[in-house]
C-alpha cells in the first residue's frame, strides 16, 4: 500500500491531514508585512515580533516536550492547535504593537506545544511501520501544507486588494476549524520502558544524546527562522522590482504548488539520491541559491528566487525530520525534538533582529546574508557520514 493510501485509511493520521489543509490556508502570508505596515508598525517591529515569537518557542518547548513525554501526546498536541487558533484570533484583532507582541507569545507556545508533540504522536500511531513510513507520511503532510498556503495565497492576495485585514480574518477562521478537528484525535501513547520512566529520564542526558549525535546537533544549529525570512523579505523585493500588489497571491501560490511538488516527491528523491544527509545538503544549498536570486534587481529573478526557497525547503524537510525523529530515543523523543528546536530558538533570536535591522537598511543585502549563512549549513550537513555509517 503506497503511504497516501495509507495514510487516509488511518483515522489518527487522516484528523492531523484535514488540521494540517485548514491550518496551513494562511491567507495573510501573501500581505503579511504589508498587513503590519498597514498597522503603523516598522520593519524593526515586524522583524522584533519574530524574535518575541522564537523567545515564546525557546521558553516553552523543553517544558511542553516533558509534558508530552510524562503525560500524553495528545493532549499535548490538541492543546497546541487550540492555542494556535486563539492566537490567530488576536492576530486579527490585533491594532497596535503590544497587541502583536500578545499574539505572537501564543503563537509561540502553541508551536512548542505542537513541535515535540506532533511527530512523537506519530511515530506512535505509526508504531512498527515508523522508519518505513515516517518520511512519506511527513511529506504528505507538506504537500497538503503547501497546497493549502497555494490556494489561500491566491484568495488572500485578492481580498488584500479589498482590504487588507480580510485575509488576517480569514486564517484566523481556517485555524479555529483546524482546532476542532483535532479535538477527534485518537489517544497513542508510547511505549516506555518500566526500569526507566521518561519523566526520570534527566534533561542533561537528553542534552548529552543530542551533543553525541550528529543529525541532532546539526539540526539543532540551523536557525529554521531563516527560511521564514523569505515570507518577509519578498514582499519588499517583489514591490521594488515592480510585481503589482494583486500578483503577490498568484506567485506565492506558484511557489506553494512548487513547495508540495517538492514535498511530495522527497522520499523518492532521497533514496534515489542515495544518502539523505546529503540529499538535505543539496537542498540547503538550493535553499541558499533560492536567497541570492531574490537579492537580483530583476521581478522574474525574486520571483524564481522565491520559488525556489520554499520548493528545496520543502524537499529538504521531510527528510530531515525523519532523520531527527529516529535519532531520538523513543521514551524521550518529544523532549529531544524540543530541545533541539529550543537551541534552533535560541539562535534565532540573536540572528533575527540582525536580518530586520539589515533589511531597514538593504533588503537586498538582507538576503545576500541569510543566502550565506545557509550556504555554510549545506556545507556541513555534506560533511556529515549517512546515519547507517555512524
Given at each position: 500500500m503506497?503511504?497516501?493510501?495509507?495514510?487516509?485509511?488511518?483515522?489518527?493520521?487522516?484528523l492531523?491531514?484535514?488540521a494540517?489543509?485548514?491550518?496551513?490556508?494562511s491567507?495573510?502570508?501573501?500581505?503579511?508585512?504589508?498587513y503590519?505596515?498597514?498597522r503603523?508598525?516598522?520593519?524593526?517591529?515586524?522583524?522584533?515580533?519574530e524574535?518575541?515569537?522564537?523567545?515564546?518557542?525557546?521558553?516553552c518547548?523543553?517544558?511542553?516536550?516533558?509534558?508530552?513525554?510524562?503525560?500524553?501526546?495528545?493532549l499535548?498536541?490538541?492543546?497546541?492547535?487550540v492555542?494556535?487558533?486563539?492566537?490567530a484570533?488576536?492576530?486579527?484583532?490585533?491594532t497596535?504593537?503590544?497587541?502583536?507582541v500578545?499574539?505572537?507569545?501564543?503563537?509561540g507556545l502553541?508551536i512548542?506545544?505542537?513541535s515535540?508533540a506532533?511527530?512523537s504522536?506519530?511515530?506512535?500511531?505509526l508504531?512498527?511501520?515508523?522508519?518505513?513510513?515516517?518520511?512519506?507520511?511527513?511529506g504528505?503532510?507538506?504537500?497538503?501544507?503547501s497546497?493549502?498556503?497555494?490556494?489561500?495565497?491566491?484568495?488572500?492576495?485578492?481580498?488584500?486588494?479589498?482590504?487588507?485585514?480580510?485575509?488576517?480574518?480569514a486564517?484566523?477562521?481556517a485555524?479555529?476549524?483546524?482546532?476542532?478537528?483535532?479535538?477527534?484525535?485518537?489517544?497513542?501513547?508510547?511505549?516506555?520502558?518500566?526500569?526507566?520512566?521518561?519523566?526520570?529520564v534527566?534533561?542533561?542526558?537528553?542534552?548529552?544524546q543530542?551533543l553525541?549525535?550528529?543529525?541532532?546537533?546539526?539540526?539543532?544549529?540551523?536557525?529554521w527562522?531563516?527560511?521564514?525570512?523569505?515570507?518577509?523579505?519578498?514582499q519588499?523585493?517583489?514591490?521594488?522590482?515592480g510585481i503589482p500588489?494583486?500578483?503577490?497571491?498568484?506567485?506565492?501560490?506558484?511557489?506553494?504548488?512548487?513547495?508540495?511538488?517538492?514535498s511530495?516527491?522527497?522520499e523518492?528523491?532521497a533514496?534515489?539520491f542515495?544518502s539523505?544527509?546529503?540529499f538535505?545538503?543539496?537542498?540547503?544549498?538550493?535553499?541558499?541559491?533560492?536567497?541570492?536570486?531574490?537579492?537580483?534587481?530583476?521581478g522574474?529573478?525574486?520571483?524564481v528566487g522565491?520559488?525556489v526557497?520554499?520548493?528545496?525547503?520543502?524537499?529538504r524537510?521531510p527528510v530531515?525530520?525523519?532523520?531527527?525523529?529516529?535519532?531520538?530515543?523513543?521514551?524521550?523523543?518529544?523532549t529531544?525534538?524540543s530541545?533541539?528546536t529550543?537551541?534552533g530558538?535560541?539562535?534565532?533570536v540573536?540572528?533575527?533582529?540582525l536580518?530586520?535591522?539589515?533589511?531597514q537598511?538593504?533588503?537586498?543585502a538582507?538576503?545576500?546574508?541569510?543566502?550565506?549563512?545557509?550556504?555554510?549549513?549545506a556545507l556541513?550537513w555534506a560533511?556529515?557520514r549517512?546515519?547507517?555509517?555512524?
Amino acid at each position: 500500500m503506497n503511504t497516501i493510501s495509507f495514510l487516509w485509511r488511518q483515522r489518527a493520521l487522516a484528523l492531523i491531514a484535514v488540521a494540517t489543509i485548514l491550518t496551513s490556508a494562511s491567507f495573510v502570508v501573501p500581505v503579511s508585512t504589508l498587513y503590519l505596515l498597514a498597522r503603523g508598525l516598522t520593519y524593526p517591529q515586524i522583524f522584533t515580533l519574530e524574535t518575541v515569537l522564537v523567545v515564546s518557542i525557546m521558553v516553552c518547548d523543553l517544558p511542553t516536550g516533558r509534558l508530552a513525554d510524562r503525560t500524553s501526546d495528545r493532549l499535548v498536541l490538541v492543546s497546541g492547535y487550540v492555542i494556535g487558533a486563539a492566537a490567530a484570533i488576536g492576530y486579527a484583532a490585533s491594532t497596535t504593537y503590544g497587541a502583536f507582541v500578545l499574539t505572537n507569545i501564543l503563537s509561540g507556545l502553541a508551536i512548542a506545544l505542537v513541535s515535540g508533540a506532533d511527530r512523537s504522536y506519530l511515530t506512535s500511531v505509526l508504531a512498527d511501520e515508523s522508519e518505513r513510513r515516517l518520511t512519506g507520511v511527513l511529506g504528505h503532510f507538506g504537500a497538503l501544507e503547501s497546497v493549502a498556503g497555494a490556494v489561500a495565497g491566491v484568495a488572500g492576495g485578492l481580498l488584500a486588494t479589498r482590504d487588507i485585514t480580510w485575509p488576517a480574518v480569514a486564517a484566523a477562521g481556517a485555524e479555529t476549524l483546524g482546532a476542532v478537528v483535532v479535538l477527534w484525535l485518537p489517544p497513542a501513547r508510547r511505549p516506555v520502558a518500566a526500569d526507566e520512566p521518561a519523566a526520570r529520564v534527566p534533561l542533561l542526558a537528553v542534552a548529552r544524546q543530542v551533543l553525541a549525535t550528529p543529525v541532532l546537533w546539526l539540526t539543532a544549529l540551523q536557525p529554521w527562522i531563516l527560511v521564514g525570512a523569505a515570507f518577509y523579505l519578498n514582499q519588499p523585493r517583489w514591490q521594488a522590482t515592480g510585481i503589482p500588489l494583486q500578483y503577490f497571491g498568484v506567485v506565492l501560490a506558484l511557489a506553494q504548488v512548487a513547495a508540495a511538488l517538492g514535498s511530495h516527491v522527497s522520499e523518492s528523491l532521497a533514496r534515489r539520491f542515495g544518502s539523505p544527509t546529503a540529499f538535505v545538503a543539496a537542498t540547503t544549498l538550493a535553499t541558499a541559491a533560492g536567497f541570492g536570486l531574490l537579492a537580483v534587481p530583476h521581478g522574474a529573478a525574486t520571483v524564481v528566487g522565491f520559488i525556489v526557497v520554499l520548493a528545496a525547503s520543502a524537499a529538504r524537510g521531510p527528510v530531515a525530520g525523519a532523520l531527527a525523529t529516529l535519532a531520538a530515543p523513543a521514551r524521550t523523543r518529544a523532549t529531544t525534538l524540543s530541545l533541539v528546536t529550543t537551541c534552533g530558538s535560541l539562535i534565532g533570536v540573536a540572528v533575527n533582529p540582525l536580518v530586520g535591522l539589515l533589511s531597514q537598511h538593504s533588503v537586498t543585502a538582507a538576503c545576500w546574508a541569510v543566502a550565506g549563512v545557509l550556504g555554510g549549513f549545506a556545507l556541513a550537513w555534506a560533511r556529515l557520514r549517512p546515519p547507517a555509517e555512524d
